[in-house]
């Protein structure tokens, strides 16, 4: 699966074009199809690693939900915006996968170490132009410290956190990947916050709390 880096589009010409690029596909056009994956890929991926944390659930979450939006494109012919489409699709089955991870996995994961070129998820702190060994030394432990809270919230609360405060998605996109309704959306959001908060209370100030989470206004 090839993951390239978003171009610098406005929403419209993107969803344009996207909507030309279906037109084809359904019209038999299969390598038109590849314009939407390379255009979209690197988006899903990254949700997909945010959820999961794991590169090669996320790897077959992106190949998963292309391939079914693909059997399905049929039924997309009326909708406005493929990016969000697949992006819900990718959500449901990174739920889906993480709920068969657990049942794979008779003992506890320990989260996965940073790779060379994936974003720094789930800690982006303020770096000083040259950090003291003090600062890296507390900035790795900080990491380490979220991502043991992350894995400590369910599947529902950390796909919630993720598509609302990492992936700025609304309410009613996360309601619909949660299959639940806005209030609850809204509520689960709030339990993630407040859980993480709590793990991390202990390693960080309030200010530094807020950049790990990436919740800071």
């Given at each position: 699966?090839?993951?390239?880096?978003?171009?610098?589009?406005?929403?419209?010409?993107?969803?344009?074009s996207?909507?030309?690029?279906?037109?084809?596909?359904?019209a038999?056009?299969?390598?038109?199809?590849?314009?939407?994956?390379?255009?979209?890929?690197?988006?899903?991926?990254?949700?997909?690693?945010?959820?999961?944390?794991?590169?090669h659930?996320?790897?077959?979450?992106?190949?998963?939900?292309?391939?079914?939006?693909?059997?399905?494109?049929?039924?997309?012919?009326?909708?406005?915006?493929?990016?969000?489409?697949?992006?819900?699709?990718?959500?449901?089955?990174?739920?889906?996968?993480?709920?068969?991870?657990?049942?794979?996995?008779?003992?506890?994961?320990?989260?996965?170490?940073?790779?060379?070129?994936?974003?720094?998820?789930?800690?982006?702190?303020?770096?000083?132009?040259?950090p003291?060994?003090?600062?890296?030394?507390?900035?790795?432990?900080?990491?380490?410290?979220?991502?043991?809270?992350?894995?400590?919230?369910?599947?529902?609360?950390?796909?919630?956190?993720?598509?609302?405060?990492?992936?700025?998605?609304?309410?009613?996109?996360?309601?619909?990947?949660?299959?639940?309704?806005?209030?609850?959306?809204?509520?689960?959001?709030?339990?993630?916050?407040?859980?993480?908060?709590?793990?991390?209370?202990?390693?960080?100030?309030?200010?530094?709390?807020?950049?790990?989470?990436?919740?800071?206004?």
């Open positions: 699966m090839i993951r390239m880096q978003p171009s610098v589009e406005s929403a419209q010409s993107v969803a344009e996207d909507a030309v690029a279906v037109k084809r596909t359904l038999g056009e299969r390598d038109a199809y590849r314009i939407l994956v390379e255009r979209h890929s690197h988006h899903v991926f990254r949700l997909a690693y945010r959820m999961t944390r794991n590169q659930d996320a790897e077959e979450v992106v190949q998963e939900a292309f391939l079914r939006a693909y059997q399905k494109l049929g039924q997309f012919a009326a909708r406005a915006n493929f990016g969000t489409w697949v992006y819900r699709i990718a959500a449901n089955y990174a739920i889906d996968r993480m709920r068969q991870r657990k049942k794979e996995e008779a003992r506890k994961v320990e989260p996965a170490a940073g790779e060379e070129g994936m974003e720094s998820d789930p800690v982006s702190l303020v770096q000083d132009a040259a003291t060994p003090e600062r890296l030394t507390q900035s790795l432990e900080l990491r380490k410290q979220m991502e043991i809270a992350l894995a400590a919230l369910s599947d529902s609360e950390r796909t919630a956190f993720v598509m609302r405060h990492w992936e700025g998605c609304g309410i009613e996109e996360i309601a619909a990947v949660l299959k639940s309704n806005s209030g609850a959306a809204k509520n689960t959001v709030f339990r993630a916050v407040q859980k993480l908060r709590l793990a991390l209370q202990p390693f960080v100030g309030r200010g530094t709390q807020a950049r790990a989470m990436g919740t800071e206004p």
